[in-house]
């Protein structure tokens, strides 16, 4: 079955840096667009980066210049690279396909906490 399991959040000072992975398995995972998504309380979630199976990325406009998404498709994982975190990315973190497909079923996230 499919498996995401995102690792790498914590609590970080602002302008801090951060590095998510997201380990999957159960599925091709090279075939896919993978996305980064993250919920804050009372928001709904959102795509923060993509990264298609070219190595195309796209990001949200609140994040970039200042994350890095990338994949090891040998290693079936995704990463994020954050720098100059803000106290508005304080969030659940996610990692999932990004595609017309369903999502999979969603993993148990990384929280991220920016704060001073």
């Not at 398995?25 to 980066?49: C, D």
């Not at 949200?60 to 079936?76: E, H, L, M, P, Q």
Request: aromatic share 10%; net charge positive; proline share 4%.
């Amino acid at each position: 079955q499919v498996q995401l399991v995102e690792s790498g959040g914590g609590l970080v000072q602002p302008g801090g840096s951060l590095k998510l992975s997201c380990a999957t398995s159960g599925f091709i995972f090279s075939i896919y667009t993978m996305g980064w998504y993250r919920q804050a309380p009372g928001k709904q979630r959102e795509l923060v980066a993509s990264i298609a199976r070219s190595g195309h990325t796209n990001y949200a406009d609140s994040v970039k210049g200042r994350f890095t998404i990338s994949r090891d498709d040998a290693k079936k994982t995704l990463y994020l690279q954050m720098n100059s975190l803000k106290p508005e990315d304080t969030a659940v973190y996610y990692c999932n396909r990004n595609s017309q497909l369903p999502a999979f079923p969603w993993g148990q996230g990384t929280q991220v906490t920016v704060s001073s």
